[in-house]
């Protein structure tokens, strides 16, 4: 009977499965009741060709644990019997190894995430296989061969296709472009060739994204495109495409084109079809930038430019051959932030409307043959940050002392061209320019502006090819930034003024074929950095010095001074009369000798000072501490002779090495100055005056100074501090691997940074506000920021710390008691006013802390290389902030890690960037207090929502 009733059983079973087949056979398959083990099993495959797991991503994707629907990375579909992976999201976690074939058998898979790690080898032609894949996401890896011709046979669905910066090369095969459903397809960044289909906008009607940037294609820019009515971005730059740019009258959603670097256009100067593209994108209103600079279009510059969309913010036509006239239409385009026309045959003047381009930051006319004067409204273009015209050799009339209101210049050249008249104070005034100002080959008179000593972060100076007469003035010794110096073929006069040698960074010096007397100053000797000395063609007389840079007579060219004696022998000058330079000799000892002791007797007087206050009630240092007085060798034996296998790290002024006191067995952190580099001894100074008031749990604790001599007889500088156990906040952000050790497995939890921030927050808030005399660090990052055995931070390095004299109540308008020349900071973490010559004050910590925190919660560096053409840290964070419900691509892959596991909330993390975002405000004005921030950040509901 039993037997009897199993056997009814299975017939009816069977007959239900015949039916189901014959309704749906993909449902009756065996796949329908085993594909649940065939999900586990595929994902178990894919681990183990994962050789790094620095997050331990995969920590969760075992036998043992919870069902792998709830595996970290892996999104399931309630929709299918059994529970079947619909998303794999391993997005961002650093993972190495190759992708395993056995994704292909995650049969309903959606999205494949695999973008931003270290995989590498072949994409899996089995990824073909999946039919329901939508987004296929694969760049920013290291994978190498062709892309599998699989692909565009079984992703019928696939709408997103993404291999942007990989290493893949060869052809992209046609059946890809037969996924007419594809609205985004990236190849950007990798090494593929040959010519795109003819009928690539038919084939591929939705597409909204297509990126091919940097790559070997050839061939013409396909003319279907013209019916891509959707397309959103068109990114065909750094190939080698030719031929003419068809027509984008369809694409009314276009924002953003960009076939720069390429040989499109005819490359006739007269041929004005090469530029009639440029008329059917009138039609794109929402067109943002457009970049054909680096090709060879030919005709003239067309008059419907003028009529592109207001909300472009880049025009780049720069090298290419168009001519013509720029229009006065232009003014139209009051969003335009870049307009660059460089390198071009434009001609006629410059037109009075581009004053009305006030968005403008970056102007670049140079290398055309523009005439007329510098029109004087571009002093209306107060945000300017790049202006060149230099290279057209016919403009004319005075510079126009309107400039000196673009107080956000860092670049002028007006080079090469007619301009006369005195080089206006306005522009030397220029606070913010610190790359290059270039007036050279022009006709200028009158002297150089005592005012130069405002450039104080100037890079490059070239006055060369004009004019110019009187003195070079002293003032130049202010710009302690300044690397290059040329004056060469003036009308200058005077000798060479001593005071120049302050300028230890300068690598190029040029003053030949002029009228300068005198001798030449030692000074140049100690510049270390000099690569030439161009002193030729003058009426220089005396020795030639020949110690220090100035041993390699290569670097200094003297021709042309008939009175100079001495030097190395390369120079091949005659022999100095030693008696006639004895007296001159000795005197010149007499001055190093007086200068000697006077410098000594200063710093002794300050290690008195420094020893008296330290005893007293506000010392820094405690009174078991007072008592240890190091030398030089005893710090020598120490730190092992300064063995590199003691170097804990190196910074502008010195190294940091890691000391064992062998007497008591005291681990301390030895800072040795590097006193060859300028401005060494003045933060050694900076750093005692700072340290030695000043007290507080979350400061780096100064046990003792050092001065003595080394063993070379030279003179030897050295603070003592105490050493944190867990090292910089830099190594926990971003650990760096080496060959010669294990691999590094330090991270730290979204709890233990907040800790951190309030750590540095109460540090500053001390030095701000609890001090008697207020002081500003000036160089807050993560490498000055120390952790001990318990992560709590301390704040050290005081090397560019300045004091502070409150001239009100309100922090913005605090100056400094002492001269702010050289205060820079470091790249990325100073705030923008400091970049334009403005006073340090306690906001300027403030920014530094802001950027501080959004690099601890992002992972980010505000140096990382994506961050160009507008984009910083600041904004990647407020655009992710405003533009996503939670901004998970801004987020640490660690922290979002704990976010995903829900160890942290949304909101607080929400609420934490926007205070981050708040510090790192531009403008000094908007940013929090410390005082405030602090309060913000210990308020009693974070700790409830962490």
Known sequence: ????????????????????????????????????????????????????????????????????????????????RGDRVAVLDLRSLKLSGSISPHVGNLSFLTKLLLNDNGFTGLIPPEIGSLGRLQHLYLSNNSLTGGVPEALGRGLKNLQVLDLYLNDLSGEIPAPIFNLSLLRCLSFSWNH??????????????????????ANEFTGSVPASLSNASNLVALQLGYNRFTGRVPSMASSRNLRYLMIDHNSLGSGDD????????????????????????????????????????????????????ISGKIPS??????????????????????????????????LDLSYNKISGSVPLSIGNLSRLVLFSLGGNRHLDGEIPVSIGNCSKLIFLDL???????????????????????????????????????????????????????GEIPHSMGSCLG?????????????????????????????????????????????????????????????????????????????????????GVPELELPPCNFKGLKKAILSKKWKIVIASTISSMLFLTLIVIFWIRKRGKQGSVADDDSKLQLSYQRLLKATNGFSTTNLLGTGSYGSVYRGVLTENGTTIAVKVFNLDHRGAFKSFLAECEALKNIRHRNLVKILTVCSGVDRQGNDFKALVY???????????????????????????????????????????????????????????????????????????????????????DNPCTTSLTSSTIGIKGTIGYAPPEYGMGNEVSTQGDVYSFGILLLEMLTGRRPTNEIFEEGLNLRTFVQSALSQIPFPTEALDPILLNELRLRQISKEIVIAVLKISVACASESPQERPSISQVLARLKNPHFPNHI
């Open 1 to 80: 009977m039993g037997s009897s009733g199993g056997t009814i059983k299975m017939s009816v079973f069977g007959a239900i499965m015949a039916l189901l087949q014959f309704v749906n056979p993909a449902v009756a398959s065996e796949d329908y009741y085993t594909g649940n083990e065939t999900d586990r099993l595929a994902l178990l495959e894919f681990k183990v060709a994962i050789s790094s797991d620095p997050f331990g991503s995969f920590s969760s994707w075992n036998d043992s644990s919870a069902h792998f629907c709830k595996w970290q990375g892996v999104t399931c579909s309630t929709r299918h």
């Open 192 to 213: 593929f060739h040959g010519a795109l289909p003819w009928n690539l906008g038919i084939l591929l009607p939705k597409l909204q994204n297509f990126a091919v940037y």
């Open 270 to 321: 007269d041929d004005d079809d090469d530029l009639g593209f440029l008329s059917s994108l009138t039609i794109a209103s929402r067109l943002d930038i457009l970049d054909m600079s680096h090709n060879n279009f030919g005709g003239t510059f067309p008059e419907q430019v003028a009529n592109l969309s207001t909300r472009l913010r880049t025009l780049d036509m720069g090298s290419n051959r």
């Open 329 to 362: 239409g232009m003014r139209n385009l009051i969003r335009l932030q870049l307009f660059d026309a460089s390198s071009n045959n434009l001609s006629g003047k410059i037109p009075w409307s581009i004053g009305n381009l006030q968005s403008l930051e970056s």
């Open 415 to 469: 080079s090469d061209n007619n301009l006369r008249g005195i080089i206006p104070l306005e522009v030397m005034s220029l606070t913010s320019l610190s790359r290059v100002l270039n007036l050279s080959r022009n006709g200028l008179t009158g002297v150089i502006p005592a005012e130069v000593r405002n450039l104080k972060n100037l890079g490059s100076l070239d006055l060369s090819h004009n004019l110019l007469s």
């Open 482 to 566: 300044i690397e290059v110096v040329n004056l060469r073929e003036n009308l200058l006069q005077g000798s060479i003024p001593d005071c120049l040698g302050v300028l230890r960074g300068i690598q190029r010096f040029d003053v030949s074929v002029n009228n300068l007397t005198g001798e030449i100053p030692d000074v140049f000797q100690d510049m270390k950095f000099l690569q030439l000395l161009n002193i030729s063609y003058n009426d220089l007389e005396g020795e030639v010095p020949r110690r220090g840079v100035l041993k390699n007579g290569s670097i200094i060219l003297v021709a042309g001074n008939s009175r100079l004696c001495g």
């Open 722 to 808: 105490e050493l944190l156990a867990n090292g910089s906040l830099e190594e926990w952000l971003h650990p760096v691997e080496r060959a010669d050790e294990p691999p590094k497995s330090l991270s730290l939890s979204f709890r233990q940074r907040m800790n951190v921030a309030i750590n540095v927050a109460s540090a500053l808030d001390y030095l701000h506000h609890q001090c008697e005399t207020p002081i500003v660090h000036c160089d807050l990052k993560p490498n000055n920021i120390l952790l001990d055995e318990d992560k709590v931070g301390h704040v050290g390095d005081f090397g560019l710390a300045r004091f502070l004299r409150s001239s009100d």
